[in-house]
């Protein structure tokens, strides 16, 4: 549970419990937050927590969230090769989806809004 929801795994409908690595930890050192899926190993669904436990974005299974590391390889690329900040180029991202900078998190996004987040960042225009 994060507060007062549960996290269900997107690949099995299972619950998911916060669990920490150390494996990859925080820049300060601390053990890295995430959810995992109390079916493992027979189901490997993870998803992301913020260093106070809440879900990283809506958790997804396993072909969204290749979908959302491509949409964010291309996001990426696209505006550190601009030199832009990160908020600038979130802004940008919201504004040629035509949706609200609040809602404009790749963690957040299904499959077909990464297709979106894809195309808009190869087709090579410079907004």
């Not at 996004?109 to 410079?126: K, L, N, P, Y």
Request: aromatic share 10%; hydrophobic share 30%; net charge negative.
């Amino acid at each position: 549970m994060d507060g007062d929801r549960e996290v269900i795994c997107p690949d099995c409908g299972a619950p998911m419990v916060l669990r920490e690595t150390r494996k990859h930890p925080y820049g300060n050192g601390d053990p890295r937050k995430f959810f995992g899926c109390t079916n493992w190993p027979q189901c490997s669904g993870v998803h992301g927590a913020h260093p106070d436990g809440t879900p990283m974005g809506i958790p997804a299974d396993q072909a969204t969230r290749t979908a959302r590391k491509e949409a964010h390889r291309a996001f990426d690329t696209y505006w550190k090769g601009r030199r832009w900040g990160r908020d600038e180029a979130y802004n940008w991202l919201a504004w040629k989806l035509g949706i609200d900078g609040d809602d404009c998190h790749i963690a957040m996004f299904d499959q077909a809004m990464c297709e979106r987040v894809i195309e808009i960042c190869t087709e090579g225009e410079d907004d």
